[in-house]
């Protein structure tokens, strides 16, 4: 059975930074395009960052600039390096999964999703 277990979130002041992890269990993720997205309250659910399988990458404007997604398919393991974060950026991080050469960064052509990980900018 197909896993995704993101980590890493919490409470940070802005301006500071943020490594959330995506770690997969029961498949490789080489197989796979991964996306990085949000929620807030209230507010719908939007694409942050996602890779290819061949390590093509793309990302919200809202967070050009300040995150970067990583893979490291010896680890299983995808990764969203998030710096200058903003009170804007609070919202619950999901990462997602599927099986596919291309990646599309939108989130109902994902069929996989972890639970969630909380991020707070406060001061």
């Known amino acids: 059975q197909l896993h995704l277990v993101e980590s890493g979130g919490g409470l940070v002041q802005p301006g500071g930074s943020l490594r959330l992890s995506c770690a997969a269990s029961g498949f490789t993720l080489d197989s796979y395009s991964i996306g990085w997205f949000r929620q807030a309250p209230g507010k719908e659910r939007e694409g942050v960052s996602c890779i290819s399988r061949s390590g093509d990458t793309v990302s919200a404007d809202s967070v050009k600039g300040r995150f970067t997604i990583s893979r490291d398919n010896a680890k299983n393991t995808v990764y969203l390096q998030m710096n200058s974060l903003k009170p804007e950026d609070t919202a619950v991080y999901y990462c997602?999964?599927?099986?596919?050469?291309?990646?599309?960064?939108?989130?109902?052509?994902?069929?996989?999703w972890g639970q969630g990980t909380q991020v707070t900018v406060s001061s």
């Open positions: 997602a999964a599927r099986r596919a050469l291309i990646s599309v960064c939108r989130s109902p052509w994902y069929d996989n």
